[in-house]
């Protein structure tokens, strides 16, 4: 295995059977690497197979065919060394309801070897790392479901391990602990973890990862870099820009260069356009001819592009 590989899958299937009809192709012989200290996103709609591969990979299903590695072990054959190298957020909340955050930490932590030191002196990190400190005496049922989501990514970075696995992560949080928790995950990457993520959040996958792949049905559409994996899609550039000459005679121009799309508010407008050219010569003009007081230009955005892959698999339009 190539020392820059933490995680290798080649051609991975799983195949559910059913009772009555055909068997369900859950993933249909993916292929990808994860590189050690990558933040890594796995991508796709509802049922894409997700969940299903993020199983495999932990041990807690068995691929029907194709192989899958983890630090170097097969997840089919050795997985108790696999085990003893990752750490995992499922989808389902995973924390004991009737023990205070504190006590969670502490029978997570003793069920991971730690003694009571160590514990302690990683509880304090992690809770900062976290904003938990607040809400340590509490129990689980006093807290939102997005705290307890939070509460549950932040045990997964109590122990030392080289590889975490978070399925949705981010579910039911609000923008506070979505932001808090994503901040903490950076930071853990930067210390040398791996993390591999499953989101439906694009916004969210943009933000955190350095590379990502994105499936449906169990097929892989695209992977790569987040801005290798953007160019594969609608070439588009935003243009926001806020005028202070008159809006009917800013609007009649900008149809006359027949851009994709056009919106108003007021005096801004957000204009979509095909060329980076032309969203420069756009503001050129506004410059010199409409008192331009401000603008951004953006290219297509993660979800363009998602968007525009699953549309053209699936053969429907935007």
């Not at 993933?27 to 049922?47: A, K, M, W, Y």
């Not at 410059?287 to 363009?304: P, T």
Request: glycine share 8%; hydrophobic share 40%; charged share 25%.
């Amino acid at each position: 295995m190539a020392a820059t590989n933490i995680i290798e899958v080649q051609n991975l299937s799983k195949i559910y059977p059913k009772r009555k009809g055909s068997p369900v192709h859950a993933l249909n012989g993916i292929s990808f690497n994860v590189e050690r200290g990558q933040i890594f996103g796995l991508l796709g709609p509802n049922g894409a197979g997700k969940s299903t591969a993020i199983k495999i990979l932990t041990t807690l299903l068995p691929p029907t065919s194709g192989t899958a590695t983890v630090s170097g072990y097969d997840v089919a054959s050795h997985g108790h060394e696999v085990r003893k190298h990752i750490c995992a957020v499922v989808q389902e909340n995973a924390i004991e309801l009737y023990l205070s955050v504190r006590n969670n930490f502490r029978s997570f932590g003793r069920f991971h070897g730690l003694s009571a030191s160590e514990i302690e002196n990683r509880t304090g990190r992690v809770c900062e790392l976290f904003d938990l400190r607040e809400y340590l005496n509490e129990t689980g049922l006093d807290l939102s479901g997005g705290m307890r989501r939070r509460v549950q990514v932040a045990k997964m970075f109590l122990i030392d391990k080289p590889v975490v696995f978070l399925d949705e992560a981010t579910t039911g949080m609000d923008t506070f602990n979505k932001r808090t928790t994503m901040e903490a995950i950076r930071e853990e990457s930067h210390k040398g973890r791996t993390i591999l993520l499953t989101t439906h959040l694009l916004d969210e996958a943009e933000a955190l990862c350095d590379a990502v792949v994105i499936i449906n049905h169990g097929i892989i559409l695209a992977q790569g870099g987040i801005e290798e994996v953007k160019s594969m899609g609608i070439q588009l550039y935003t243009v926001i820009m806020t005028c202070q000459s008159d809006p009917q005679i800013i609007r009649r121009w900008l149809e006359q260069l027949n851009p994709v799309s056009i919106e108003q508010t007021r005096q801004t407008f957000t204009i979509a356009v095909k060329t980076e050219e032309q969203a420069l010569e756009i503001i050129n003009t506004a410059r010199n001819s409409y008192a331009l007081l401000r603008f951004e230009i953006s290219r297509a955005s993660l979800e363009d592009t998602f968007i525009e892959l699953i549309d053209k698999k699936t053969g429907t339009s935007a």
